[in-house]
């Protein structure tokens, strides 16, 4: 009988970074990135474990937008085409390093691991969203949603429109490719605002999280902490509170997994290492040197004198690692069952594309915890926060506390001197967006493909990866033409709609571009 | 400074002609957005003949409404919006439209030149604020181009709504616009606890600790909150963001800004009959259809014998070439210490 629960959450998420107006373009490399490095590696991981007959439970967010650029035609013909290219690569790389046994047993892992992705990836006929809905359906993996275009809720508090039609078009876009309502959301960035479960509610969204503060800090007191959920007082929606000691084992830069020095080195790549003659037809077209995801190299060290890879190494130290991680959860949870009347829950949530994408052997690892979670003992058992609250229907009522789990705690890392200035023109564009819906309650033809696309450009703009990027002060300039583009044509969109002249020629185009969304329903905004 | 007003009673009289205009032509084509009215009108830029002549153009005027190339610098509506950062801190930012400083000004005649920008910031926690019961406020003295503020509240677990507006030189302040209401997080675990649910402050003490991750050990007093702080505050544990931007894992810094490193690969190329086999230390290799071949290799220090062998492909002829080739790398690392003399 087990004495309490691990509930591992992995959100996955990627901007919307769709440019068919261009053959190649660097910020679609993130989804090619992510989908070789970590979506793929992590349905081979539930695929071995589900015919090795292993019982297991994930809860996964899928962005709407991810979901989106997953089952976009052009982004799977592009990607065969992205991961061919590194085929190519990896065949001359074994040439190349011919006289270099430690390299070329490691130009021979990347062949396998890119032809076992396009493998993979064709035998899901490319749609990789199937392969996680094959999972939920045996009942492993819980899908969850999340704002339809990853909009940073508490600064949209005063157009609670806007949050609105981020949950409602996020749930119904759920509801299109998996045949029924989402249960849960992950809140992107985490990020709550006291009042807003009630929109979850609207949506029969029945669970969300939050990180430590927002349960801890919530009135009244929690008598759990965060070791069991909580009902937002007034709508019942139940909030589940991050454990930042299972946190920190795998997120700190300083004391996690990741940093241990036997593991593979993200920040040294051939992209950036090989001569540029030959590596130059496998970076991006313009000449500028990027990741390929070739990297010979581990961790090695504080310093930057590095050593070769060595697999067998880094799986010995994943699988360590996975039995500490299991170890210090035994443990936790035995000293919590100790003291409280029901069966503890932790709630260890990490964005998916640490697993793989930054941290190689994070599938492996996370391979190594469900494994030995299943098989090595029995304090300790996997769940989903649905599976949870129906065993657990009794919580205590707080209000949770305004929190995010970005830098500090709140909302700084979106409202700095760097982003502020976005917020005057998204909140502008809510406001006429309500405008909108309230004068045309029920358009057709043109003024409704005219409505629908503007508030595909509102949701777009509200994106909250752009103010974050412009935070970290890298890439600006991509953040802030996507704002500013999304923006513009939101604005032209709301000039042609009152002025009852739209450009149907223009608006063709961009519905082409930004296609996200293709069953909007632009009256969700209100 | 009657410069400036000049400026501005310009711009406001252009906003307002345009708005006028607007009105005027709804519905037409070259209906323009006052902002670029007004640029037109002071810059001195005006419509070419060419663009003339393409705007009455009446069956291709679809396609010509121009793509604005900039976000609007105002919306033309007074509005005040305020924002929580965090326990402390509040965003504010507001528009004040051109009318509404003319009725201002109509009104106060020269008292509006004398009076001072300012916002007012008010707690009405816990009310139903109606302009004058707030429990209290404080003043943040603004400039007139400003248009957005950062607050210090130094108020966590609060309510706040925010005026901007006039400070008269009699002490009187004329709100122009009114924020929404907000509220601050509390930096720390609530005072009040559910008689239903209630739980013995030490044990409080316990899981609030672990809930930040700082172990089972019971924390008490100050020390234990600063930790608690330190830990959500640091940025270790924060969500690195959009996932493809930044790691959690450290990227190691350089010490200093020069480096160097130095590598050596080699070419082996040639060519012989396209049907002919070629074998490379003994691989066979393949050949491009002239019969052309390069192979590209990294060297690594130590010598290399290379036997290339070609073979006819009826086997009768056979040639071989060996080229030798070795590597000895040295290095030197030299740093110099330079004084800062003048």
């Known amino acids: 009988m087990n004495k309490g629960y691990l509930c591992l959450v992995l959100h996955g998420h990627l901007p919307f970074v769709r440019h068919p107006e261009h053959e190649n373009f660097l910020e679609e490399d993130w989804l090619y990135e992510a989908i070789t490095e970590t979506y793929l590696p992590l349905i081979s991981v539930f695929e071995k474990l589900v015919d090795d007959g292993i019982d297991f439970r994930i809860t996964m967010t899928l962005s709407p937008t991810l979901i989106s650029m997953l089952s976009d035609p052009l982004l799977q013909e592009r990607y065969l085409k992205h991961i061919n290219t590194l085929i190519e690569l990896s065949h001359k790389e074994i040439e190349r390093t011919n006289w270099q046994p430690n390299f070329q047993s490691l130009a021979i892992m990347y062949l396998n691991l890119f032809c076992k992705a396009r493998e993979t990836f064709e035998k899901y006929h490319r749609n990789l969203v199937s392969a996680f809905k094959r999972f939920q359906d045996l009942g492993k993996l819980e899908i969850i949603t999340c704002g339809a275009t990853h909009g940073y809720f508490p600064l949209m508090d005063v157009c609670k429109e806007s949050v609105r039609a981020q949950v409602k078009v996020a749930a119904n876009h759920y509801e299109s490719v998996f045949g029924r309502k989402p249960r849960g959301i992950w809140l992107p960035e985490c990020g709550y605002y006291p009042g807003h479960d009630e929109i979850l509610k609207e949506a029969g969204i029945r669970f969300f999280f939050s990180d430590s503060h927002g349960i801890l800090h919530g009135t009244p007191r929690p008598k759990y902490g965060v070791f069991a959920p909580v009902y937002c007082k007034g709508t019942g929606v139940a909030c589940f509170g991050r454990d930042l000691e299972s946190s920190k084992q795998v997120w700190s830069s300083i004391e996690g997994y990741p940093g241990d020095y036997n593991y593979r080195e993200f920040y040294r790549d051939i992209g950036f290492d090989l001569e540029y003659d030959y590596i130059r037809p496998y970076i991006h077209p313009d000449g500028v040197r990027i990741n390929t995801g070739i990297k010979y190299y581990r961790i090695t060290g504080p310093g930057n004198i590095k050593e070769p890879y060595n697999p067998e190494w880094a799986r010995e130290r994943a699988a360590q690692h996975a039995g500490n991680f299991m170890f210090n959860r035994q443990k936790q949870i035995e000293h919590l069952n100790g003291f409280m009347q029901k069966k503890p829950i932790l709630v260890s949530p990490y964005d998916a594309e640490l697993f793989g994408h930054w941290w190689y052997e994070g599938p492996m690892w996370l391979d190594y915890v469900i494994r030995k979670i299943s098989c090595d003992q029995d304090e300790v058992r996997l769940i989903t926060p649905s599976e949870y609250l129906e065993e657990n229907p009794r919580n205590q009522v707080i209000i949770p506390s305004m929190s995010s789990w970005g830098w500090k705690g709140y909302s700084e890392m979106w409202l700095q001197g760097s982003n502020d200035w976005v917020y005057r023109h998204l909140h502008a564009a809510s406001d006429r967006m309500t405008e909108l819906v309230k004068s045309f309650s029920n358009a057709d033809g043109l003024l409704r493909r005219a409505l629908n696309q503007a508030l595909r450009e509102l949701l777009l703009a509200q994106s909250s990866d752009w103010a974050f990027i412009l935070g970290t002060g890298t890439h600006i300039s991509y953040a802030v033409r996507r704002t500013k583009d999304h923006l513009l044509r939101f604005n032209r969109l709301y000039d042609d709609i009152k002025s009852n002249f739209i450009d149907e020629e223009w608006l063709s185009d961009i519905e082409y571009k930004d296609n996200v969304f293709p069953g909007i329903d632009y009256r969700v905004h209100q | 400074m009657a410069i400036l007003r000049k400026i501005k009673e310009k711009l406001s009289a252009i906003t307002k002609k345009s708005v006028k205009k607007q009105k005027e032509v709804v519905g037409k084509v070259t209906k323009k957005t ?105 003043d943040v003295y603004v400039s007139e181009q400003t248009t957005n503020w950062y607050i210090d509240t130094a108020g966590p677990g609060r309510s706040w709504c925010v005026d901007y507006g006039l400070l008269l030189p009699d002490g009187r302040f004329i709100t122009i616009v009114r924020s929404n209401t907000v509220g601050t997080p509390i930096d720390g675990p609530s005072w009040i606890t559910d008689e239903e649910w209630m739980i013995p402050e030490e044990m409080f003490a316990r899981l609030y600790g672990m809930g930040f991750g700082l172990g089972q050990s019971s924390p008490v007093g100050k020390a234990w909150q600063e930790r608690v702080k330190q830990a959500l505050f640091s940025g270790v544990l924060a969500s690195p963001g959009m996932a493809s931007m930044a790691s959690p894992v450290k990227k190691g810094e350089k010490e200093r800004k020069f480096w160097f490193v130095l590598d050596c690969e080699l070419i082996v190329y040639g060519a012989t009959e396209p049907d002919a086999k070629v074998t490379v230390q003994g691989k066979e290799i393949k050949l491009r259809p002239d019969g052309s071949f390069t192979l590209r290799y990294a060297l690594p220090d130590g010598k290399q014998v290379i036997p290339v062998k070609a073979v006819s492909s009826d086997e009768v002829e056979e040639r071989t070439i060996t080229p030798i080739v070795s590597r000895e790398t040295k290095s030197t690392n030299l740093a110099k210490e330079f004084s800062k003399e003048i």
Do not use: C
């Not at chain 2, 003339?52 to 793509?67: F, G, L, N, V």
């Not at chain 2, 106060?108 to 300012?118: M, Q």
């Open chain 2, 34 to 138: 006052p902002v670029s009215e007004m640029k037109k009108e002071i810059f001195g830029e005006h419509v070419t003949a060419v663009e003339q002549s393409k705007y009455s153009h009446p069956e291709s005027h679809r396609a010509r409404r121009p793509m604005p190339q900039d976000l609007p610098y105002q919306y033309g509506k007074d509005r005040i919006v305020l924002m929580v950062r965090d326990p402390w801190w509040l965003h504010t930012y507001w528009e004040v439209t051109g009318p509404t400083y003319d009725r201002l000004k109509n009104d106060l005649k020269d008292d509006f030149y004398k009076a001072k920008r300012l916002l007012r910031v008010y707690d009405v926690t816990n009310i139903i604020f109606n302009g004058s019961n707030a429990h209290r406020h404080f």
